[in-house]
């Protein structure tokens, strides 16, 4: 027991880093039980106020609130380093700007004196996906430990390290998936799954919204810690699948997207690889690296365009917070590496057996440790390379193109407000033009945008505005196709339907100081506002698809008022009120059959079934409008016993593979649909997306796939299969209509060009 006098009295002959153990309560003090505990989920509320009592208590932590989220939480920070860190931190800052901009930098004495005073500065992210609960409740354990022990290894990491933690990218869904488990805890529903998406909008694809930036959570964590610090490391820390590996670090997997530098590549490698050998010098089995997850998109990982190695890390999974055991028969082969082999990215296999909670944290944990030691040891590499980098992008790299230019006066203004803000917000510098100039021997109006590429985080710009040539990779010569961990292509201009040109020789024009990111201006059609507006529903699942969420974004940005039906109330005739119903992408069997009776709560159990689908085939043929997209699309097929068939079904893998990646669309537009349109937009192809074979005269066909090479950017293997054929269709059904999307009109919020497409089809 520590009396309060010996408190004080301590307190006031300790020089720094002074640490007062009464003032700052440990986590079984705060919470009642230790993070990590088998069954035991602290919510956001009680973590928040924890943040709050390490700040006041300990001259290491500050915490900051850097927004709102969705749906109106604290978004918070910690900056955890020494108090003598924290006493200069303006200092440290400025030292950091300067090395992310070489432009900054007076000459080798300056820099010298910037590489030898400044810190490495490190963002650990966690729990960005609610379910993977083990990383949040970590956050406590390693926040309480950096302010408080006093142990060599963590004073070393505080003296040379900055770290900016977020302890949760995700605090709404924290709160859900905590409460949802708080409440079934010991009760036959312990491992129910949230029957809703644990982040309002996009569910797990909030870790897809790194360049297109339109979730709070994202622009929070690029304004706020990104772009304001500019980190050398960023660890995002997630949960993975129960029966392989029992952690993951990089190095990553083929491919690297190719504007990342040469030395962020080889910076993850080592400092993954480091990671991974302590904690298999800590005796910890199950580690791998080189396994699973590629470097490719941007979607997921902002900082490989500003001068900042990703460390992903994967740590198996439990059933939430409850203890689960693995036998050895399911530990198998997984992505380059086999979960019951030992093998030089493997050395070290688990051999089966329980694993909970307090394993997740405690892998986790070490991990967090690892990286910050490497971090604190290595402090002048880390700084030495992110100049490097930083300086290669200023100078320019060869491949670029001296300038992108986005020609003023385009036709689709929306796209290119859409484009500019992601660019800007980005930290991309882009200028405007106050003449008319000539590049490339062609002739720009003022107020052309010009993004020259010789600036610190111009690879960003290179990879949103160029296309994309995914490498054509196979499990082995002629074989299968090896999957991305995610899609292929982001080109802008496509996605947007705006121009860039990349020019060769930097316009000679007087360009304006940098803009700032643009409000984008979401503007409803005219169709769907006002009193004869059609009466709007969205179909609303308890297994409702991230795309169905994404959806709903776009209509709330558009102010486009609607209501989402859920299956009883379709069950319950509610449709009779509405003219229009939206099914976004979901498989007929979850749409029809839902969760499992048992598996969830009674009220959450079951889909449409029978009677949902009888009410919506009514509706359909009593002058309803059904719109319906991909795998829905053979819902409604059947239900409406429509003549076409998705001709892509039946093809092997090893002939078409289209895994998300743009495709030419061709469109018909004097139809309804295409309206408003030009004949030719992009369309956003992945593995849900089909093509159509159409046997029906009462079925129209109001757009195809391109003819001929279909492909725009990304990768396709047999792109002759789509080739020409339909890709939207329409049909009169009794004195209703549908409208069948085989393609997805609105890809994560991105495809601003087939945007009216969707709005089209929403008529009575
Ligand atoms: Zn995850």
Same mark, same amino acid.
């Given at each position: 027991?520590?009396?309060?006098?010996?408190?004080?009295?301590?307190?006031?002959?300790?020089?720094?880093?002074?640490?007062?153990?009464?003032?700052?309560?440990?986590?079984?003090?705060?919470?009642?039980?230790?993070?990590?505990?088998?069954?035991?989920?602290?919510?956001?509320?009680?973590?928040?106020?924890?943040?709050?009592?390490?700040? %006041?208590?300990?001259?290491?932590?500050?915490?900051?609130?850097?927004?709102?989220?969705?749906?109106?939480?604290?978004f918070?920070?910690?900056?955890?380093?020494?108090?003598?860190?924290?006493? @200069?931190?303006?200092?440290?800052?400025?030292?950091?700007?300067?090395?992310?901009d070489?432009?900054?930098?007076?000459?080798? #004495?300056?820099?010298?004196?910037?590489?030898?005073?400044?810190?490495?500065?490190?963002?650990?992210?966690?729990?960005? *996906?609610?379910?993977?609960?083990? =990383?949040?409740?970590?956050?406590?354990?390693?926040?309480?430990?950096?302010?408080?022990?006093?142990?060599?290894?963590?004073?070393?990491?505080?003296?040379?390290?900055?770290?900016?933690?977020?302890?949760?990218?995700?605090?709404?869904?924290?709160?859900?998936?905590?409460?949802?488990?708080?409440?079934?805890?010991?009760?036959?529903?312990?491992?129910?799954?949230?029957?809703?998406?644990?982040?309002?909008?996009?569910?797990?694809?909030?870790?897809?919204?790194?360049?297109?930036?339109?979730?709070?959570?994202?622009?929070h964590?690029?304004?706020?810690? *990104?772009?304001?610090w500019?980190?050398?490391?960023?660890? $995002?820390? *997630?949960?993975?699948?129960? $029966?392989?590996?029992?952690?993951?670090?990089?190095?990553?997997?083929?491919?690297?997207?190719?504007?990342?530098?040469?030395?962020?590549?080889?910076?993850?490698?080592?400092?993954? =690889?480091?990671?991974?050998?302590?904690?298999?010098?800590?005796?910890?089995?199950?580690?791998?690296?080189?396994?699973?997850?590629?470097?490719?998109?941007?979607?997921?990982a902002?900082?490989?365009?500003?001068?900042?190695? @990703?460390?992903l890390? #994967?740590?198996? +999974?439990?059933?939430?917070a409850?203890?689960?055991?693995?036998?050895?028969?399911?530990?198998?082969?997984?992505?380059?590496?086999?979960?019951?082999?030992?093998?030089?990215?493997?050395?070290?296999?688990w051999?089966?057996g329980?694993?909970?909670?307090?394993?997740?944290?405690?892998y !986790?944990?070490?991990?967090?440790?690892?990286?910050?030691?490497n971090?604190?040891?290595?402090? %002048?590499?880390?700084? #030495?390379?992110?100049h490097?980098?930083?300086?290669?992008?200023?100078?320019?790299?060869?491949?670029?193109?001296?300038?992108?230019?986005?020609?003023?006066?385009?036709?689709?203004?929306?796209?290119?407000?859409?484009?500019?803000?992601?660019?800007?917000?980005?930290?991309?510098?882009?200028?405007?033009a106050?003449?008319?100039?000539?590049?490339?021997?062609?002739?720009?109006?003022?107020?052309?945008?010009?993004?020259? !590429?010789?600036?610190?985080?111009?690879?960003?710009?290179?990879?949103?505005?160029?296309?994309?040539?995914?490498?054509?990779? @196979?499990?082995?010569?002629?074989?299968?196709?090896?999957?991305?961990?995610?899609v292929?292509? *982001?080109?802008?201009?496509?996605?947007?339907?705006?121009?860039?040109?990349?020019?060769?020789?930097?316009?000679?024009?007087?360009?304006?100081?940098?803009?700032?990111?643009?409000?984008?201006?979401?503007?409803?059609?005219?169709?769907?506002?006002?009193?004869?507006?059609? %009466?709007?529903?969205?179909?609303?699942?308890?297994?409702?698809?991230?795309?169905?969420?994404?959806?709903?974004?776009?209509?709330?940005?558009?102010?486009?008022?609607?209501?989402?039906?859920?299956?009883?109330?379709?069950?319950?005739?509610?449709?009779?009120?509405?003219?229009?119903?939206?099914v976004?992408?979901?498989?007929?069997?979850?749409?029809?059959?839902?969760?499992?009776?048992?598996?969830?709560?009674?009220?959450?159990?079951?889909?449409?079934?029978?009677a949902?689908?009888?009410?919506?085939?009514?509706?359909?043929?009593?002058?309803?409008?059904?719109?319906?997209?991909? &795998?829905?699309?053979?819902?409604?097929?059947d239900?409406?016993?429509?003549?076409?068939?998705?001709?892509?079904?039946?093809?092997?893998?090893?002939?078409?593979?289209?895994?998300?990646?743009?495709?030419?669309?061709?469109?018909?537009?004097?139809?309804e649909?295409?309206?408003?349109? +030009?004949?030719?937009?992009?369309?956003?192809?992945?593995?849900?997306?089909?093509?159509?074979?159409?046997?029906?005269?009462?079925?129209?066909?109001?757009a195809?796939?391109?003819?001929?090479?279909? /492909?725009?950017?990304?990768?396709?293997?047999?792109? #002759?299969?789509?080739?020409?054929?339909?890709?939207?269709?329409?049909? &009169?059904?009794?004195?209703? +209509?549908?409208?069948?999307?085989g393609?997805?009109?609105?890809?994560?919020?991105?495809?601003?060009?087939?945007?009216?497409? /969707?709005f089209?089809?929403? @008529?009575?």
């Open positions: 027991m520590i009396r309060p006098s010996t408190v004080a009295f301590a307190a006031v002959v300790l020089t720094a880093p002074s640490v007062s153990a009464q003032a700052v309560p440990t986590p079984l003090q705060h919470f009642g039980f230790e993070m990590g505990e088998h069954r035991k989920l602290a919510d956001w509320d009680q973590l928040t106020s924890y943040y709050e009592s390490l700040a %006041r208590g300990s001259d290491r932590v500050t915490v900051d609130t850097l927004g709102m989220t969705t749906v109106g939480l604290p918070v920070m910690l900056t955890i380093t020494s108090a003598e860190n924290h006493a @200069r931190l303006d200092e440290l800052h400025d030292i950091q700007m300067r090395l992310a070489p432009r900054l930098v007076s000459g080798d #004495e300056e820099l010298e004196r910037l590489l030898d005073q400044g810190k490495t500065v490190a963002l650990i992210t966690h729990g960005i *996906h609610a379910t993977e609960v083990g =990383s949040s409740q970590m956050a406590a354990r390693l926040a309480h430990r950096l302010a408080t022990a006093t142990d060599e290894r963590t004073l070393d990491i505080l003296d040379n390290v900055i770290l900016l933690q977020i302890p949760s990218l995700n605090p709404d869904g924290l709160q859900w998936v905590a409460t949802w488990y708080n409440e079934h805890v010991g009760t036959e529903y312990e491992a129910a799954p949230l029957p809703w998406l644990y982040q309002f909008y996009v569910g797990h694809d909030n870790n897809r919204d790194w360049y297109a930036f339109t979730q709070e959570e994202t622009i964590t690029v304004v706020g810690a *990104h772009n304001a500019h980190p050398q490391i960023v660890h $995002d820390i *997630h949960q993975m699948g129960s $029966d392989g590996a029992r952690i993951f670090f990089p190095p990553y997997i083929e491919p690297w997207e190719p504007n990342i530098d040469p030395a962020l590549t080889a910076s993850v490698n080592q400092l993954g =690889s480091y990671m991974a050998a302590e904690l298999t010098a800590q005796g910890k089995p199950g580690v791998v690296v080189n396994a699973q997850y590629d470097a490719f998109t941007p979607a997921r902002y900082m490989h365009y500003h001068g900042a190695a @990703r460390i890390s #994967e740590t198996a +999974s439990a059933a939430m409850t203890p689960i055991t693995v036998t050895p028969d399911r530990l198998g082969p997984g992505r380059n590496f086999n979960a019951a082999e030992r093998s030089w990215n493997f050395p070290h296999p051999e089966g329980d694993w909970g909670l307090p394993d997740i944290v405690d !986790m944990e070490a991990g967090a440790l690892a990286l910050l030691t971090a604190a040891k290595n402090r %002048r590499y880390w700084l #030495e390379s992110f490097g980098i930083n300086q290669r992008a200023v100078d320019k790299w060869e491949e670029w193109p001296d300038a992108w230019i986005i020609p003023a006066g385009q036709e689709n203004e929306p796209g290119v407000k859409y484009a500019l803000r992601i660019l800007a917000m980005g930290d991309v510098e882009v200028r405007r106050e003449a008319a100039f000539q590049a490339d021997g062609m002739a720009y109006e003022s107020g052309s945008y010009v993004v020259p !590429m010789n600036q610190p985080w111009a690879s960003f710009a290179n990879t949103m505005l160029e296309v994309q040539h995914y490498p054509d990779l @196979r499990e082995y010569p002629g074989g299968p196709p090896q999957r991305p961990y995610d292929t292509a *982001h080109t802008l201009g496509y996605l947007l339907d705006f121009e860039a040109v990349a020019v060769d020789g930097m316009p000679e024009v007087s360009l304006s100081d940098p803009i700032s990111p643009p409000d984008f201006d979401f503007r409803l059609p005219s169709h769907l506002s006002g009193g004869d507006a059609p %009466r709007i529903a969205m179909y609303k699942s308890w297994q409702e698809p991230m795309e169905a969420g994404w959806t709903r974004w776009v209509f709330d940005k558009h102010r486009m008022p609607y209501d989402t039906l859920h299956d009883a109330d379709i069950q319950g005739g509610a449709l009779a009120g509405y003219d229009v119903l939206v976004q992408s979901q498989s007929p069997g979850s749409i029809m059959e839902g969760f499992e009776q048992g598996s969830v709560p009674p009220e959450y159990a079951g889909g449409l079934g029978p949902g689908a009888d009410a919506v085939r009514t509706f359909v043929e009593g002058g309803g409008r059904l719109v319906a997209v991909e &795998e829905s699309t053979e819902w409604v097929v239900l409406l016993d429509l003549g076409v068939r998705d001709i892509t079904s039946t093809l092997p893998v090893t002939d078409f593979y289209i895994p998300g990646s743009i495709l030419r669309l061709e469109l018909d537009a004097g139809t649909v295409g309206e408003g349109t +030009s004949g030719e937009l992009a369309a956003w192809y992945w593995r849900s997306s089909r093509a159509y074979e159409v046997t029906d005269p009462a079925v129209q066909v109001v195809r796939y391109g003819s001929g090479d279909p /492909l725009l950017s990304g990768w396709v293997l047999g792109g #002759e299969h789509v080739a020409g054929q339909p890709a939207i269709l329409t049909a &009169e059904v009794g004195t209703g +209509s549908v409208v069948l999307f393609f997805q009109p609105n890809y994560r919020a991105q495809t601003l060009g087939t945007w009216p497409l /969707l089209n089809a929403l @008529r009575p």
